[in-house]
């Protein structure tokens, strides 16, 4: 089998590290990950005719490695259009992402992005996350569980064209993990969306890099520094298959999704009046 690995974290980030080594028994890996990370892209590619950097980094038996710089599904992109040209890989797996992606997080989500451009190839295509935010988070649980759900995926799942995975894990080891569930996309938003930065870090224990600080005493005469990190709300009417209300009930969620937005129920309604 030949996997095209991606993230939206970098190709340096925890995740992607524990992503590959738990996909390495199944076949052979091309990892292209962005050169930074780029978090919130959606399906955003990198393009306006400016210069792209790519480097192959390494090649180890059995995988290559590369980054681009550039957005999850420009990383696709190059791995389809120009490593695998004219082939295709078998899947694309997008991730570990570190943070939840269910819910409406999905609609930003650049791991969620990369596993759409999969889908718009006609590959079949999965976008994993890990509940947790923490750089140094724990990937064990997506370690002992995946595996075998990836298997499954693969020798048994038939995606119409479109058609994508979006897999969710609990922060929580293998043993407290209640099992894999089949969920749906929940509804949800964000609350106090932009914080003021110095408000956030002292709240928070935020400890700013030293770009981010470089940031700040470099703004220019008026401006206001703020930070992108608002409460994730649950909306009300959901039903029990929900993924972000199974995930916080400490199960793996598995949401397929489809690159075709149409809302079917209003199409059919608007060619009743139209």
Known sequence: ??????????????GMTA???????????LIVA??????????????GHRPI????????????WWYLDGTPASCVKYGIDNIYWPDKPDFVVSGINHGSNAATAAVYSGTIGAAMEGAVNGIPSIGVSLDS???DADFSGVQALFPALFEKLARQARPR??????????????ARIKGVVASRMGMAHWEREYRDYWEFVEEKGFKPTQAD???????????????????????SGNIAAADHLLLEQGYVTVTPHTIDNTDHNEYQRLCDII
Do not use: C
């Not at 962005?34 to 393009?47: E, F, I, R």
């Not at 969710?168 to 293998?174: C, I, R, V």
């Open 1 to 14: 089998m030949k996997i095209l690995v991606t993230n939206d974290d970098g190709f340096e980030a925890k």
């Open 19 to 29: 992503l590959v080594e738990i996909l390495r028994p199944f076949g052979d890996l």
């Open 34 to 47: 962005p050169k930074s990370a780029q978090s919130g892209m959606s399906m955003a590619v990198t393009m």
């Open 53 to 64: 950097a790519v480097k192959h980094i390494k090649d180890l038996p059995g995988e290559s």
């Open 133 to 135: 935010f923490s750089p």
């Open 161 to 174: 064209f479109g058609t994508f995975y979006n897999i969710n894990f609990p922060d929580l080891p293998a």
């Open 213 to 235: 600080l470089d940031y700040v005493r470099n703004k220019e005469e008026g401006e206001e520094i703020y930070v992108m990190a608002g409460d994730f709300t649950s909306n």
